[in-house]
């Protein structure tokens, strides 16, 4: 027996929701010559505007956008670390300007750089390195396995449901994510830091 929608019991009108997702989806680009009227206040007559319009982007369908994948995760940390450095150069420059203003010694100043100096790779290197060892891994593990279900659901336009043939489970689109595996985050930080020790 073929695989049937979970609801209604029939397979004519059910779909791979990777092949709505891809049929809803495409490229738009519009261009072409633009000309328009501007009306001036206290000015009973129009100035005329003509112009170029080039426009590009993607056009999805609004089932499309609820059936799509979820995004593959990056390696990229949070951002707080560019925050950070930012944040720290702007503080050493203010530093060596108000050394007149507030009268600081020579001292003050170069520890004060040095300090900032000092915290702002720090936090960097937390933000780069240790978001791929404590987060990274798991985020691409969870989106392996979510994909791995995403591939092998149907869609029944009868029904309006998304089902997975393979545990026999139906929700709505706005629910397709209660289909992928929970997001575990207990005992992360505990079992990462296992592995940095070992």
């Known amino acids: 027996m073929g695989i ?3 609801k209604c019991e029939k397979d004519d009108q059910i779909y791979k929701i ?4 891809s049929s809803g989806s495409s ?11 501007s009306f001036p206040i206290g000015d009973s007559n129009p100035s005329i505007i003509a112009g170029y319009t080039d426009i590009e982007g993607e056009q999805t369908t609004d089932l499309a956008q609820k059936l799509a994948p979820l995004e593959k995760p990056t390696t990229k940390g949070n951002g707080s670390g560019c925050m950070v450095t930012v944040g720290a150069v702007g503080a050493t420059i203010i530093l060596f300007l108000s050394k007149e203003t507030f009268k600081l010694s020579e001292v003050t100043v170069g520890v004060g750089c040095g300090i900032i100096c000092l915290i702002a790779p720090l936090i960097y290197f937390y933000d780069l390195y240790l978001y791929r060892k404590l987060y990274y891994t798991k985020d691409l593990e969870y989106w392996k396995e979510s994909m791995m279900i995403w591939k092998r659901l149907y869609y029944c336009t009868r029904d309006d449901c998304v089902f997975d043939p393979e545990r026999n489970i139906q929700v709505r689109p ?3 994510q209660s289909l992928y ?3 575990e985050t207990e005992n992360m930080l505990e079992e990462n ?3 940095f020790k070992g």
């Open 174 to 176: 706005d629910d397709i």
């Open 181 to 183: 595996p929970a997001y």
């Open 193 to 195: 830091g296992n592995k």
């Open 27 to 37: 490229s738009v680009r519009l261009s072409g010559r633009t000309t328009g009227a």
């Open 4 to 6: 049937i929608c979970p």
């Open 18 to 21: 990777s092949g709505i997702v």
